[in-house]
């Protein structure tokens, strides 16, 4: 049997691709982005409390009551937002389903997003199995800025919505202020959505603020604010997350959500209500992880290798011109076989496969695993 496929043009993700041969060649895989060190045991020890307590039944469609309230509770310290726990909050199998469903919701066959690139490798397919147009906007290289003329000059009668992301993967770059501001010029008398990726919300460095939509009232308005316990926790594997959106726009994405996972696991849900109230456990992680961006940074002086700013994020981009004019991804799988470190080849986040000769690095890993690959590095 012939299957016509959806998404002729893709295959299988780069981060997949690039942790198999990590592991096919015994590589340092700073590829995929995921902790290599233990989650908190307290969060562990509540989950397999909440299964012996009885957990174990399927969960309200919209997630457990008791952790919507709690995530509203830190939204509201956290943003001075007062989302409401049961028309607002929906818990989800991760950020990438949150960003899928929230897609799904609003596009239609012919409606154009805009999407600044490089960009996550979900969105663009997300957009083009509904039937939409990605519409990409290079971002500023090489500080990767949003160029907002050219948001402008993307916008047509068909956009029907912005995909945003910070701070940012790959590049760790955030939004400022003045970025907030002309986002709001822009879509003050327009009917464009956001869709707002912040799995990094905690993950931001140097004393800088995390610029979520749901601080501003006019933009929350019109948007869909996706999140990841996976990237909060240290539990990617874990794959639960939320989406906040206002009313209306919960109670579509709710429609979607409800034939397609319906519930999510129960356990952790419950689990997370109670840890959630520790404020420091996701408080305190821009510090752990600004450490190890930092340590990361220190130890990569040796080599070759032109390591960019990085402001958020589990990541951080390098260039390697000093080395090879390779392109991306033939110097990203010959340095995963001769070097033993697995990094992923920036071109893989352009739809068009724009190589600026750049890979990327992932830093949440034990000071071991960096000095590792660190020394590994050093002999390209
Ligand atoms: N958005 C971005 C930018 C990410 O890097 C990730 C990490 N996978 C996600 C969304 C999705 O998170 P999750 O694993 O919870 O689906
Ligand atoms: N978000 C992770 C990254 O960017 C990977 C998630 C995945 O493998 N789909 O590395």
Same mark, same amino acid.
């Given at each position: 049997m012939e299957i016509s496929s959806r998404l002729p043009g893709v295959s299988t993700t780069i981060f997949t691709t690039m942790s198999a041969l990590a592991a096919e060649f015994h590589a340092v895989n700073l590829g995929?982005?995921?902790p290599d060190f233990p989650m908190n045991d307290e969060l562990i020890r509540l989950v397999h409390q909440a299964m012996k307590d009885g957990f174990n039944q399927y969960a309200p469609m919209a997630g457990y009551l008791p952790l919507r309230e709690a995530i509203a509770e830190k939204i509201f310290n956290l943003y001075k937002n007062p989302v409401h726990p049961?028309?607002?909050?929906?818990?989800?199998?991760?950020?990438?389903?949150?960003?899928?469903? %929230?897609?799904?919701?609003?596009?239609?066959?012919?409606?154009?997003?805009?999407?600044?690139? !490089? /960009?996550?490798?979900?969105?663009?397919?997300?957009?083009?199995?509904?039937g939409g147009v990605a519409v990409t906007i290079p971002l500023r290289f090489p500080d990767y800025k949003i160029d907002w003329r050219a948001v402008k000059n993307a916008i047509s009668p068909k956009t029907k919505a912005i995909i945003l992301n910070s701070p940012h993967n790959p590049t760790g770059s955030i939004l400022k202020n003045e970025d907030i501001e002309e986002l709001r010029t822009l879509?003050?008398?327009?009917?464009?959505?956001?869709?707002?990726?912040?799995?990094?919300?905690?993950?931001?460095?140097?004393d800088l603020p995390h610029l979520s939509m749901l601080r501003f009232p006019d933009l929350?308005?019109?948007?869909?604010?996706?999140?990841?316990?996976?990237?909060?926790?240290?539990c990617?594997?874990?794959?639960?997350?939320?989406?906040?959106?206002?009313?209306?726009?919960? %109670?579509?994405?709710?429609?979607?959500?409800?034939?397609?996972?319906?519930?999510?696991?129960? !356990? /952790?849900q419950v689990a997370l209500s109670i840890f959630l109230k520790n404020k420091d456990a996701y408080l305190q992680l821009s510090a752990l992880m600004q450490e190890k961006r930092d340590f990361f940074i220190r130890i990569?002086?040796?080599?070759?290798?032109?390591?960019?700013p990085s402001y958020g994020s589990y990541f951080i981009c390098s260039s390697y011109d000093n080395i090879s004019d390779e392109d991306d991804k033939t110097f990203a799988i010959r340095m995963t076989k001769e070097a033993g470190v697995a990094s992923i080849p920036?071109?893989?986040?352009?739809?068009?496969?724009?190589?600026?000769?750049?890979?990327?690095?992932?830093?949440c890993k034990k000071e071991e695993t960096l000095l590792k690959a660190a020394e590994r590095l050093i002999k390209m």
């Open positions: 995929q982005g995921f049961e028309t607002e909050i929906t818990i989800t199998p991760g950020g990438t389903y949150a960003i899928y469903s %929230a897609i799904t919701s609003l596009i239609r066959e012919g409606d154009e997003v805009i999407v600044p690139e !490089p /960009a996550y490798d979900s969105y663009i397919p997300n957009i083009e199995i509904n879509v003050r008398d327009s009917s464009i959505f956001i869709i707002s990726d912040e799995v990094y919300e905690h993950l931001i460095f140097d929350y308005q019109r948007s869909f604010v996706c999140f990841s316990f996976g990237k909060v926790y240290n990617t594997g874990w794959k639960l997350g939320y989406c906040v959106a206002p009313p209306k726009l919960t %109670a579509e994405f709710r429609k979607v959500h409800q034939f397609n996972c319906f519930s999510c696991f129960t !356990p /952790a990569m002086k040796d080599t070759r290798f032109r390591l960019l920036l071109s893989a986040f352009y739809r068009s496969g724009k190589d600026d000769k750049m890979i990327r690095f992932c830093f």
